[in-house]
């Protein structure tokens, strides 16, 4: 990750999994958070479903390790957070095929896309997702020589130790692969960056003294308390 | 001071004006780039990067009243901002691929704030102290994939090397007065946009101010704080200069995809 960033330092900070600091998400892209929206997605101000990926940045002061407290803001009573499997890139990836697309996957790592809730996705205020602290991710990269198939991982979340969701990667609209070829077709990633892959709805809503851990199959759990932004 | 990054021989250097810094060096040319290793060197002999590492990158949308109502927007409450990665950045003279068969890419000449000290919760009244310099941005869009999710989506406005920045960071000491600057896009040398930051709706401070009441900014993160009226389609071979009073001129080239074996 950069230096004088103001970001924490990861343990994965190491060569080939050295991140870049970069990290991008596809929002709407579970089966469930679409179906969610129900007819909506036709009706102003959208007017359609999306088509190409719907995408997010997550800058770099969001970054925040398994373990550090993420922080309410004054105002709001509970965040949103999206229990993600994401990709950590290892080659430049330009425009590169689906069938290829998982070659240039170095490892993946669990992400939480926290939010302020928010109902409306027209133009959202990144004040809902870009606050310090907004991206724990972690707890480390699991190389994809251990990941057999990332299209079939269960995702699990656990408020204060009690499951509150269960998803799985095989109900992504865009799985893995070819959510790489149709962001990389406009976009190149490049070694280091992350790509997340999308959450389910409805995502697990946290309060203040609660405890959110995410387990992933195989990549083992991102664990964070929340805490009021005075605490 | 102006400071650009350039590649040339073999590194990357900084490199300055040579005509302003360079009392050593009274050959210099007009446009000649003093390196930081003492080199004088023609501007036509290097590569220009942008200007500063660049970290978040942050864009306004609607920004300038006449663009907003040009794109039929109402009065808003907060600023429409936008993320942008780092793929997107492209430097001076550089060239950005226009896709076959879209039918609106537009340049947007924006003025850039390059942030130089941490600002968190700073306020209105302090912003400035946190920013190192200015320079000028043109920030490309592709109107044909717009769509109404997380507007505007990346697809239009993170595309790589869309987001051109240079050709110099000028020391926030050496711009008198940010809020009222000119800018001016030529295309092909036909002035085509034409407006002045005392126009911005959400000005430098306030933006700040806005910026870091929930998130942190570090040296190295840029805002690029709109566009003016006046964009316009652009073709492969359209030059596209962007101006900025005492920021220099920014220039561009469009390509089609086959130079990209596209």
């Known amino acids: 990750m950069r230096a004088g960033a103001g970001c924490f330092s990861i343990p994965f900070d190491v060569p080939p999994y050295r991140l870049s600091g970069t990290v991008y998400g596809a929002l709407l892209n579970h089966r469930s958070a679409l179906a969610a929206l129900g007819e909506a997605v036709n009706q102003p101000p959208y007017n359609a479903p999306p088509k190409a990926p719907v995408l997010y940045i997550k800058p770099r002061n969001t970054l925040a390790a398994c373990g550090s407290a993420v922080r309410i803001p004054a105002g709001t009573a509970e965040l949103e957070v999206g229990a993600c499997l994401s990709m950590v890139i290892g080659r430049t990836a330009c425009k590169v095929a689906e069938a290829r697309a998982l070659d240039y996957v170095a490892g993946y790592l669990i992400l939480a896309d926290v939010s302020i809730p928010h109902a409306n996705f027209h133009r959202p205020s990144i004040r809902f997702k870009a606050r310090d602290g907004f991206c724990p991710l972690g707890p480390a990269v699991t190389p994809s020589s251990a990941v057999a198939n990332p299209d079939a991982l269960t995702i699990r979340s656990y408020l204060d130790g009690a499951l509150v969701q269960s998803a799985s990667t095989a109900d992504l609209i865009r799985p893995a692969a070819r959510l790489l070829a149709d962001v990389t077709e406009f976009m190149t990633l490049v070694p280091g960056d992350v790509l997340a892959l999308g959450a389910a709805a409805p995502a697990p809503r946290v309060r203040a003294g609660q405890v959110l851990r995410i387990e992933i199959e195989g990549l083992g759990s991102l664990s964070n308390p929340y805490t009021d932004a005075e605490a | ?262």
Not at chain 2, 119 to 134: N, P
Not at chain 2, 209 to 228: K, N
């Open chain 2, 1 to 262: 001071m102006m400071h650009a990054r350039v590649a040339y021989e073999g590194a990357i250097h900084e490199a300055t004006p040579a005509g302003h810094a360079s009392a050593g060096h009274a050959s210099a040319g007009h446009d000649d780039l003093l390196l930081a290793d003492g080199r004088v060197v023609a501007a036509a002999a290097v590569v220009w990067l942008p200007p500063f590492e660049a970290g978040t990158v942050i864009a306004l949308g609607l920004n300038y009243a006449d663009h907003a109502k040009e794109l039929a927007f109402n009065a808003q409450e907060e600023p429409l901002v936008f993320l942008k990665g780092p793929g997107s950045l492209l430097g001076h003279r550089g060239v950005t691929r226009r896709p076959a068969g879209v039918k609106f890419m537009h340049y947007e000449c924006e003025l850039a704030v390059v942030i130089g000290r941490t600002a968190r919760r700073a306020a209105r009244s302090d912003a400035l102290r946190h920013v190192a310099g200015y320079c000028i941005a043109n920030d490309y869009a592709i109107r044909d994939y717009l769509e109404n999710w997380y507007r505007p989506n990346l697809r239009v406005k993170n595309r790589d090397g869309a987001t051109v920045l240079g050709p110099w960071l000028v020391d926030a000491a050496d711009v008198a007065d940010p809020a009222s600057l000119s800018l001016r896009t030529f295309v092909n040398d036909q002035l085509t946009q034409q407006g002045n930051t005392r126009d911005l709706i959400f000005d430098i401070p306030f933006l700040i101010e806005y910026l870091s009441s929930f998130m942190t900014l570090a040296p190295g993160d840029v805002i690029l704080t709109g566009t003016p009226e006046g964009v316009i389609n652009v073709m492969p071979g359209d030059v596209v200069a962007c101006e900025i009073d005492g920021l220099g001129r920014l220039i561009n080239t469009i390509a089609a995809d086959d130079e990209f074996g596209r």
